[in-house]
């Protein structure tokens, strides 16, 4: 049962250009989760899928000399972006992360996807609804789920966000949640504005020196202790990049009943 993660990662964020490469304790932010996602024990590979667009040749190249493997494909349509970066291997499921959440824990990814295996589903998350640290999100499907997405999906929404297709059609997918034991979805763990990268920088200076490999429960004892370090970005939306993706697909809904 071969199992792929596919980290999408790209440099010309919005809000903040250049974030996946920025440097955490003399590391680029991407190496670190890369270095992260390879404690996973359901992973069997990882593919870094970036565009080809001129922008992202550092990262590229970052990645590759790293002994990553890295794909380039469409900037914008990033669900086809996925299916190429596949297309030449075996794989059963795939496992999709983003590139801006270098706090990733491989236990929560490897438990979510033995919940999916387990009860044979075609796509689970722990996103629906959310109940973890925004940045420790994963998701995984079935390479049938994905292709089946690549044919149909047609809104710029579901082509950005690679799996929007699959969880707003239950009726043809089987959808499952693995939820936490407790509700954190207030957290805010991920990288998308400056105050974010300053809590995550904050995040590693404190565990890492001592325990490189620290997981979700070091870093909830971590901020009980230190509130400073929460204030930093707990003031950010959370899902703005879809919310502003979902806008895109009205107008081009739109657009299209003029023409």
């Not at 799996?163 to 034991?181: Q, V």
């Not at 990268?197 to 979700?216: C, I, R």
Request: aromatic share 8%.
């Amino acid at each position: 049962m071969a199992v792929i993660g596919i980290l999408q990662a790209r440099t010309d964020s919005t809000r903040l250009p250049g974030k996946v490469l920025m440097d955490i304790l003399g590391e680029p932010m991407i190496l670190h989760q890369l270095r992260r996602l390879k404690k996973s024990i359901f992973l069997d590979n990882i593919i870094v899928a970036t565009s080809n667009e001129k922008s992202d040749d550092n990262l590229a190249t970052v990645c590759a000399d790293a002994g990553y493997r890295v794909y380039r494909g469409s900037l914008d349509d990033v669900l086809d972006r996925f299916v190429q970066a596949i297309k030449n291997d075996f794989c059963d499921h795939v496992v999709r992360l983003t590139a801006d959440c270098p706090l990733t824990d491989p236990n929560v990814i490897d438990e979510i996807a033995k919940q999916h295996l387990q009860r044979k589903n075609d796509y689970t998350s722990n996103t629906l609804p959310p109940t973890f640290p925004d940045g420790l999100d994963a998701e995984i499907f079935t390479i049938s789920a994905l292709l089946n997405a690549w044919e149909n999906a047609f809104l710029p929404s579901h082509r950005e966000h690679v799996t929007s297709y699959i969880y707003n059609n239950p009726e043809i997918f089987t959808i499952d949640n693995y939820a936490n034991n407790r509700d954190l979805s207030q957290m805010r763990w991920t990288v998308d504005e400056v105050e974010d990268f300053d809590f995550v920088t904050q995040v590693y200076k404190n565990l890492y020196p001592s325990k490189a490999d620290f997981n979700m429960d070091d870093i909830l004892t971590l901020l009980d202790n230190r509130p400073d370090i929460v204030a930093k970005n707990n003031f950010i939306a959370r899902n703005e990049g879809l919310k502003n993706s979902l806008i895109e697909d009205k107008i081009f809904l739109s657009n299209n009943e003029e023409n």
